[in-house]
């Protein structure tokens, strides 16, 4: 029974037992019995009209609560024309109207955070109490290997993600970052990123979170800068002491008829022997200007296949005479792509080899080199792979990198040629070890992106 109830069958029992107790004991005087009991009427009237108006606020409050139950907070209450009630219920219009424009720029705010998260070009991974993912931005979602268009995965650690789809070297190094720092971080592919760990309190909570902003460009960039730079300088250095020392040396020729027989052989040699040697100087330079002085691909329409054809039956001879078995281990009939074919041969010849020379270098029972030429997702992969097991202790930040090399002698330049080639086509790529004993070098191309239509396998 409510509060109202309660006072009303008050008021009610003791005003009927009042009338009863009258009726009772002024039974003999019926004038004074009758002005008694109307008194009493017209005080249980006027009871239960003050009763109402006391308990009216309680009617505003419950309608009040009903509002914030229901986040109706542009509805307002109605005005009373008692002024006491009248202050009561311009103050709950009052908060009505506050709450309702907090929450307006709330809603405001949450979607331009909204808005801001799907544009930005750093990856934002948010974390609930559990610790599991609750929150996966557009740039995040494509870091784990999300699909476009598929719902995030959400709900699970950043371990099981690691385990499931996307970069599973990053997000496991993503997922060991500790609280407050920032380090730079690779994944299998050789792409850098910067990968920072921060945390907000929810409702009196704190939460963690990533922040993952990819430097790969910024950092080839800079390094391509350097590298320019520098074999710029060397070359000019080094092209002008070999010319000007060629020059003497041509001169130094005229005084062999001067000498002995003998000694003007001998003499001979040794000249021959030096501008041999500077020859083979202006050579090495040009090897490095090489990926200084790259034109700009020039893209027609190719097929890969018709190119790794052409290597392999350049490769075949040597090979064989290795005891390294090289071939065809799976050949879709892919599209023809937009690409420069003499870049793109030179690049990948450079990868044939680094296979060979790495096969024969670890040496072994099963020696051999791989070809997939694969159409799947609507892409088509590239792949070599070789048995040489050179990459399996080298960190993912080495490679592609100016002057790094995993062979006796190497000078570093067949990878930075082939990054540079494989950046101006803009095509993904990846070198690493698989797990098994074996490298692979992959280069992926959207189908999407050649302009031409889809593979038949």
């Known amino acids: 029974m409510s509060l109202r109830h309660k006072l009303y069958a008050y008021l009610v029992v003791v005003h009927v037992l009042a009338i009863v107790l009258m009726v009772v004991l002024l039974r003999d005087t019926p004038q004074t019995m009758l002005a008694l009991e109307a008194a009493l009427l017209v005080s249980l009237f006027l009871g239960l009209r003050l009763i109402g108006r006391a308990l009216e606020p309680l009617g505003y409050t419950r309608h009040f609560h009903d509002l914030l139950q229901d986040q109706h907070y542009a509805a307002r209450l109605q005005g009373s024309g008692d002024g006491e009630l009248g202050e009561l219920v311009a103050l709950f219009n009052t908060m009505l109207e506050r709450l309702y424009r907090e929450r307006l720029q709330l809603g405001e705010q949450q979607g331009f955070l909204d808005r801001l998260l799907e544009a930005t070009p750093s990856a934002v991974i948010v974390f609930d109490f559990d610790g599991n993912v609750s929150l996966l931005n557009a740039s995040a979602q494509a870091l784990v290997g999300t699909p476009a268009g598929a719902p995030a995965p959400c709900g699970q650690t950043l371990r099981a993600l690691a385990r499931a789809d996307g970069d599973q070297g990053l997000l496991a190094q993503l997922d060991a970052l500790p609280l407050g720092e920032s380090r730079m971080l690779t994944g299998a592919s050789g792409r850098r990123y910067r990968g920072q760990r921060g945390q907000f309190h ?256």
């Open 202 to 457: 929810d409702r009196g909570f704190p939460r963690h979170f990533l922040l993952v902003e990819e430097l790969t460009e910024e950092l080839e960039s800079s390094e391509k800068s350097t590298y320019d730079k520098l074999i710029r300088v060397l070359a000019h250095e080094v092209n002008n002491t070999v010319a000007a020392t060629g020059s003497v040396l041509d001169s130094l020729l005229y005084y062999r008829s001067q000498l002995a027989e003998r000694d003007g052989e001998d003499f001979g040699t040794a000249i021959a022997a030096v501008k041999q040697r500077n020859v083979r100087l202006g050579e090495f330079i040009e090897r490095f200007t090489r990926v200084v002085k790259m034109p700009a691909p020039e893209l027609r329409p190719c097929a890969l296949r018709d190119i790794m054809d052409d290597i392999l039956y350049l490769y075949r001879e040597p090979c064989r005479s290795r005891g390294i078995q090289i071939g065809w281990g799976r050949c879709d009939t892919a599209p023809p792509l937009a690409l420069d074919r003499q870049l793109m041969e030179q690049a990948l010849l450079n990868v044939v080899k680094n296979a060979m020379e790495a096969v024969e270098q670890a040496g072994g029972e099963r020696q051999a080199i791989e070809f997939v030429l694969a159409c799947e997702d609507g892409a088509v992969r590239l792949a070599v792979f070789d048995t040489g097991n050179l990459l399996g202790g080298v960190p993912a930040e080495q490679l592609f990198t100016p002057f790094f090399t995993t062979k006796k002698g190497g000078q570093g330049i067949g990878l930075l040629f082939v990054r540079e080639v494989m950046g101006r086509h803009g095509f993904q790529y990846r070198l690493a070890a698989t797990g098994d004993g074996r490298t692979v070098f992959e280069v992926i191309v959207p189908v999407v992106q050649t302009g031409f239509p889809p593979a038949r396998q």
